[in-house]
Nanobody
Framework: VQLQASGGGSVQAGGFLRLSCVAS????????MGWFRQAPGKEREFVAA????????YYADSVKGRFTISKDNAKISVSLQMNNLKPEDTAVYYC???????????????WGQGTLVTVSS
């Protein structure tokens, strides 16, 4: 059972990227999903989360108004649209699946591999 993330890359400040994460099995049916990131030399931090129904979304203050999380339950996938990217958004981004509240609190039951996002000034 895996979470496969994709969509990272290099952009200039002000640009945009869209990250996607697909679950490999129906095991994740009913789970909330989300994204974390870890910048060089820093601890991993919560970025965004979405409930299984998609009816509730949560964001870190640093990305509110710029990032949008969405979910496709038919494909058991989650996406993160990142607009107006800033150099401080540079990090390895990880998708996660688990209890929505746990994800918002900073933990998760399942993790995908990271995808690197680099934003240059």
């Amino acid at each position: 059972v895996q979470l496969q993330a994709s969509g990272g890359g290099s952009v200039q400040a002000g640009g945009f990227l869209r990250l996607s994460c697909v679950a490999s099995a129906r095991t994740f049916s009913g789970y909330g999903m989300g994204w974390f990131r870890q910048a060089p030399g820093k601890e991993r931090e919560f970025v965004a989360a979405i409930s299984w129904s998609g009816g509730s979304t949560y964001y870190a203050d640093s990305v509110k108004g710029r990032f949008t999380i969405s979910k496709d339950n038919a494909k058991i996938s989650v996406s993160l649209q990142m607009n107006n990217l800033k150099p401080e958004d540079t990090a390895v981004y990880y998708c996660a699946a688990g209890g929505t509240r746990a994800i918002v609190a900073g933990t998760s039951d399942y993790w995908g591999q990271g995808t690197l996002v680099t934003v240059s000034s």
